[in-house]
């Protein structure tokens, strides 16, 4: 075991188990809270498994569940709209949390790597997984003004 997959593993047990736990119980407002959460952290574990592993094809599928973890997050803001506007979940801690995680893996990542294709593609997952991460957030702690929910 080297230090990647070390990292990968604690991020892994400690972040995604305590979001599946958050998931399975509480209040709605923490329930889609952790939801978020859990595509915020399991992409950067999958970063830090493909350099672990030297397996390219985990940074494939990182890629893919930073563009669509968001997206579920805004399906079920959407759907629950009605649900969390009585009581809107306070997300910015959390968010910035899993924002800083994942850039300082992209960041350890890209320096890991050296300049090329591969550090292209870790920068673009990274600015998915921030982006879309911010976005989801903003949509469960009440939306974006001027937008309606009907």
Known sequence: MNGWMLAATVTLGGGVGATLWGVATGPLRRRVVAQNLTTALACPALLLLSQGYDRPSYVDLALVLALLGPVGTLV????????????????????????????AVVLALCVATGPGRAMVKLLVVGALLIGGNVVASRALSGGFRGVGRG
Request: glycine share 10%; hydrophobic share 45%; proline share 7%.
């Open 76 to 103: 079920f803001a959407r759907l629950l709209a009605d649900e969390l506007t009585e009581d809107p979940p306070r997300t910015w801690g959390v968010t910035y949390a899993a924002a800083g995680v994942g850039a």
